[in-house]
């Protein structure tokens, strides 16, 4: 190898070396998350629904976001006849590349968790954990947005924007599904 390509090569192996870390991946399975989500829990069941049109156009009313698909699946975590709350896995696109996050509601429909599950963008992009805690105990309403009740974060505000919405669906898509049903309980 001559003088110069190996220069060459060792002058990229150290441009690489500065780089920032390139995609962050899966963090947690569906089971491992679900498992998280409701450690109490005797069993966790899925219910998948198929909206209707009307259902859609309320449900992005209701988020003011997109909903891509128009079959959702929540999980219920029961212990014995007792709802211990609702997971929503939501996989979107922050920039170019997918995120799952999970949501999780408690009976009565506010946030009680969002968790990343896989985050396919550079991993600087990713709002640290602390971030993602502010959403605890939210509904929907006018401040679950950012710059009103949700922080904004430098760097990252692709992904918090796409966090933000994420949650809204979540929130939107309990309050067509159970909203009615779950008062009533």
């Given at each position: 190898?001559?003088?110069?390509?190996?220069?060459?090569?060792?002058?990229l192996?150290?441009?690489?070396?500065?780089?920032?870390?390139?995609?962050?991946?899966?963090?947690?399975?569906?089971?491992?998350?679900?498992?998280?989500?409701?450690?109490?829990?005797?069993?966790?069941?899925?219910?998948?629904?198929?909206?209707?049109?009307?259902?859609?156009?309320?449900?992005?009313?209701?988020?003011?976001?997109?909903?891509?698909?128009?079959?959702?699946?929540?999980?219920?975590?029961?212990?014995?006849?007792?709802?211990?709350?609702?997971?929503?896995?939501?996989?979107?696109?922050?920039?170019?590349?997918?995120?799952?996050?999970?949501?999780?509601l408690?009976?009565?429909?506010?946030?009680?968790?969002?968790?990343?599950?896989?985050?396919?963008?550079?991993?600087?992009?990713?709002?640290?954990k602390?971030?993602?805690e502010?959403?605890?105990?939210?509904?929907?309403?006018?401040?679950?947005?950012?710059?009103?009740?949700?922080?904004?974060?430098?760097?990252?505000?692709?992904s918090?924007?796409?966090?933000?919405?994420?949650?809204?669906?979540?929130?939107?898509?309990?309050?067509?599904?159970?909203?009615?049903?779950?008062?009533?309980?």
């Amino acid at each position: 190898m001559s003088s110069s390509l190996a220069a060459g090569a060792l002058a990229l192996c150290a441009l690489l070396s500065l780089t920032p870390s390139a995609r962050a991946g899966v963090y947690h399975s569906r089971k491992e998350a679900l498992a998280l989500a409701f450690p109490r829990a005797e069993r966790v069941e899925p219910r998948s629904f198929v909206l209707t049109h009307a259902q859609v156009d309320a449900v992005e009313k209701l988020a003011r976001a997109p909903l891509d698909t128009s079959i959702v699946t929540f999980h219920l975590g029961w212990r014995g006849e007792q709802l211990l709350g609702y997971a929503l896995i939501d996989v979107h696109s922050v920039r170019t590349l997918p995120e799952a996050l999970m949501i999780v509601l408690t009976p009565q429909g506010s946030v009680r968790s969002v968790r990343v599950l896989a985050f396919h963008e550079p991993e600087d992009y990713l709002p640290p954990k602390r971030w993602f805690e502010q959403f605890a105990g939210r509904r929907l309403g006018p401040d679950l947005q950012l710059k009103r009740g949700i922080h904004a974060i430098a760097g990252s505000t692709l992904s918090a924007r796409a966090t933000t919405r994420s949650v809204r669906r979540g929130l939107a898509l309990y309050q067509v599904l159970f909203g009615a049903k779950a008062e009533k309980e």
